[in-house]
């Protein structure tokens, strides 16, 4: 029988059409139900993260040894057999920062050192409280936990002074939901609330200041969420410059928070690059979304290049111990890679945009300079966000 012609009685249950195949060619709905075993289920998520089929053979080994190749293969139109570009440079862009986060940070981070690190819920139902006592009693409570915490026994001056800082944290937080309540605010902590005499050069210092930000323009929310990073910004930064056994604590949390933050900022640099790639290939009249794809697929050769360098990381800190000579050999494997990287890069510049060496090296250095301080001022901005949770 003829593959197009239509089964008899099999219609599609969304319009009633007859069925031609696997999508019925009315409305375009599949044959395929939805209610399925959960093992099914399992299946259609990984296929629709990653697509695990012989794709990934077809396109790991050409994306990391043949510079170029996959680019041109997709501007060709021969993409079925390939891993699209932005689920590739995706994926490994989460499982390369995963994995670094890992090697310079343990995964499991403690909530606060000495609960130095108020609760965001807490803080978030002082900004849905609806009456000035509701507030008030929330706020109380709070405190009442923070000055349990600083009076355990064997607490640190630089952990009771963290600990002040997070009751400013959330003495702040209260008394903004007061102002817009028309009530009257919450007097400013005394020495006994920070648990330590302010050094007189501290008085007037920002760090002791109560956290304002009044921006017309922005919606309430926003200056809220605003002002709350800041004044864990504040937090974090002061517990690693007074030292002591908080300050440990405080730089875990802003690796954590960077990291929770950089993989989306990389991924807003995808369309930067190619827009820089686009200024300086204006003539070869391509459009955006090729550079985009070259962009998307460089990318995800970093990323995989990253990933391999963190797992041989991890194999050489197990391995060294015991056998040094495997150790060494994984060192060089961890050059070779370092090495390879402007190499590929330079390469398939040079195989898609299809101009001479020596315009192609001035424009990969060029390109390379401005890209490096546009990714820096990126991770700066990552950073900053990182030491605000």
Request: charged residues 20%; glycine residues 6%.
């Amino acid at each position: 029988m003829n593959q197009l012609t239509p089964s008899p009685g099999l219609l599609c249950a969304n319009c009633g059409e007859a069925l031609q195949g696997e999508f019925c060619h009315a409305c375009g709905q599949s044959i395929r139900s939805v209610i399925k075993p959960v093992s099914h289920m399992l299946e259609d998520a990984g296929d629709l993260f990653f697509h695990m089929d012989e794709r990934i053979v077809h396109t790991l080994p050409p994306l990391y040894t043949k510079p170029g190749f996959l680019t041109l293969e997709y501007f060709s139109g021969r993409r079925v057999r390939y891993i699209a570009p932005f689920r590739l440079m995706f994926v490994f862009c989460l499982l390369a920062f995963f994995f670094m986060h890992l090697a310079i940070s343990d995964t499991h981070l403690d909530e606060g050192l000495y609960g130095t690190k108020p609760a965001k819920d807490e803080v978030a139902a002082l900004h849905a409280a609806d009456t000035a006592d509701e507030v008030r009693k929330i706020y109380q409570g709070q405190m009442d936990e923070l000055e349990a915490a600083k009076a355990a026994p064997n607490v640190p001056a630089a952990a009771k002074a963290a600990i002040g800082l997070s009751q400013q944290v959330v003495r702040d937080a209260a008394n903004r939901r007061l102002a817009e309540l028309k009530a009257e605010p919450i007097a400013p902590g005394t020495n006994a609330e920070t648990g330590l005499a302010p050094r007189e050069a501290d008085k007037d210092s920002w760090f002791s200041r109560p956290t304002v930000v009044d921006i017309a323009w922005l919606p309430d929310v926003m200056t809220r969420r605003l002002a709350l990073g800041i004044a864990h910004f504040k937090a974090n930064i002061a517990q690693v410059m007074d030292g002591g056994p908080g300050k440990n604590e405080a730089i875990r949390r802003i690796v954590e928070g960077f990291f929770s933050v950089l993989p989306q900022t990389l991924l807003v640099m995808i369309p930067v690059f190619a827009l820089i790639l686009k200024l300086f290939y204006v003539f070869k009249r391509r459009l955006y979304m090729e550079h985009v794809i070259v962009a998307l697929h460089s990318h995800a050769f970093l990323f995989i290049s990253l990933l391999g360098l963190m797992l041989l990381g991890f194999a050489k800190h197990a391995i060294e111990p015991h056998v040094a000579l495997a150790g060494k050999a994984i060192g060089l494997v961890q050059a070779a890679m370092w090495v390879w990287m402007p190499i590929y890069l330079l390469i398939m510049q040079k195989r898609v945009y299809r101009q001479g060496w020596p315009m192609t090296l001035l424009k990969y250095w060029l390109i390379g300079s401005v890209y490096f301080w546009l990714v820096l001022f990126a991770l700066s901005v990552a950073a900053l966000i990182g030491a605000s949770h």
